[in-house]
């Protein structure tokens, strides 16, 4: 699997590499995001301080010094809560690269992601975002990014769905990944499962619940 630059080349990694996501509520609640190295240091993060920020349907993801990589917007009016994704900040006269939609309304329904700059090279997520544990799938059905529990490696505990693991595989964009969490935040929310970390009997790096 060799994807290549969608967003930013500088966001693509040699080997699989795993993110650590925070989910950020500064002022309001689901605000923004920010995201880790393997190393600790800060590489992406969404700020929103504007109460009615999701009423916009519109988030802007930023490198670590601030500058805009990417724009989605909730494309309307759209049945199936389609967004879509521009480069840079803002979409004035500007095209979509990709665009976001759900095949169903309602259950455990999988995502597709069609890219407008190269047909044919779309992409699928099947999972439950809300459970944190899904997959985004090339179109030749290889995995190309997981997102999944974060498991603290001192406790064994699987810490609360606000902290979670991005799990990018060689030549993914790291950067189109987080473009793509950002829209499953917004059409899938929070409305599976309670947010309370669970005690596991697992290895450190294992990051599958038990049951």
């Given at each position: ?40 240091t ?49 979409i ?96 899938t ?13 697992i ?9």
């Open positions: 699997m060799k994807a290549g630059a969608i967003v930013e080349e500088g966001f693509i990694y040699e080997e699989e590499t795993l993110l650590t996501v925070l989910k950020t509520s500064l002022f309001f609640t689901g605000d923004g995001f920010t995201v880790y190295n393997p190393k600790g800060l590489i992406f993060r969404v700020d929103s301080y504007e109460p009615d920020a999701r009423d916009k349907g519109e988030l802007v993801l930023m490198d670590a010094a601030g500058r805009c990589l990417l724009t989605v917007r909730r494309k309307r009016p759209s049945l199936h809560q389609r967004w879509e994704g521009f480069l840079g900040e803002g004035d006269g500007k095209k979509p690269i990709f665009s976001v939609k759900r095949s169903s309304i309602i259950g455990r329904s999988s995502v597709t992601v069609e890219m407008y700059s190269n047909p044919g090279e779309d992409y699928q997520i099947e999972g439950s975002f809300s459970l944190r544990c899904c997959t985004i799938f090339n179109a030749a059905k290889e995995s190309v990014a997981e997102i999944r529990r974060k498991v603290d490696a001192s406790t064994q505990v699987m810490l609360g769905k606000d902290v979670f693991t991005l799990c990018l595989k060689p030549g993914f964009d790291g950067a189109f990944a987080m473009g793509l969490v950002l829209v499953l935040d917004q059409i929310g929070d409305d599976d499962s309670n947010d309370t970390g669970l005690p596991v009997d290895a450190a790096d294992d990051l599958t619940t038990v049951t």
